[in-house]
């Protein structure tokens, strides 16, 4: 079985719409979704926006379903004038940009008292993604126009960022990509169950002033985008 988790509704919509659905439990307020979705077991979630939510879904999904891997699917703002609305990132490596004991010497995102800094998503899962992105550019599958997938780099925080100030802080110390709330989390908790994981988001607003105002008008797009890459990869998991 493969979990997916989104921060929201809008994010999971149109993967749980494409499912062929086969039960519901609840556990701490979060609704789990079981079915098949390209004939692959699938169990999804929508946890709520911010870290700890994050957190506690993904430890949940983790002892009481025990997938084999876990995708955190969504939308992020980018920090790189290369990744516009609609481009798709994979995640390389996930860090959290609001971790801060800079005071006590650590570099910033580093948890006191363990080793995690930047935690590195799944090679093959990430590849895996990548070609699926592939397949539907040449397929047209996104309007007909081909959008850019690029692999690097996810800061999470329990921010939105809206201000070049804030964006560019994150962009050069993290050397990230993009940024959202919820990934890093995902990331942490799959790391410490030694768990196969991804996180795969499209670009819903470029994380400066303009970001409140994009943001609501291209969620949707972004996460039909989403929803199509995560459909591709199983459809090829299937196979
Ligand atoms: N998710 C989508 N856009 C975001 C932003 N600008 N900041 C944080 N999370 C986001």
Known sequence: MIGIICALQEELKEIRSAMEPDGELSFSGVDYYLG????????CAVCGVGKV???????????????ELILNVGVAGSLSP????????????????????TALGEP???ILGSDIRFIPTTESVRDEFFSAIMTLNAAGAFGGKEIKALQGTVA?????????????????????LACE???????QVCYVNKLPFC????????????????????VA??????SKVVREFLKNRKK
Do not use: W
């Open 82 to 101: 290369s990744l516009r609305v609609a481009d798709v990132v994979i995640a390389r490596q996930l860090v959290q940009h609001d971790m801060d004991v």
């Open 156 to 176: 999470s925080g329990d921010q939105f960022i809206s201000s070049k100030g804030q964006k560019q802080l994150i962009a050069e110390e993290f050397g990230a």
């Open 221 to 226: 797009l972004a996460a039909l985008n989403t």
């Open 181 to 187: 709330m919820e990934g890093a989390a995902i990331a």
């Open 108 to 110: 910033r995102g580093k």
């Open 199 to 218: 996180v795969i988001r499209a670009i819903s607003d470029s994380a400066d002033s303009s970001a409140h105002m994009d943001y609501p008008h291209f």
């Open 53 to 67: 939510f994050a957190a506690i879904c993904a430890q949940t999904m983790i002892l009481k379903f025990r997938p």
């Open 36 to 43: 098949k979705l390209e004939g692959v077991d699938v169990v």
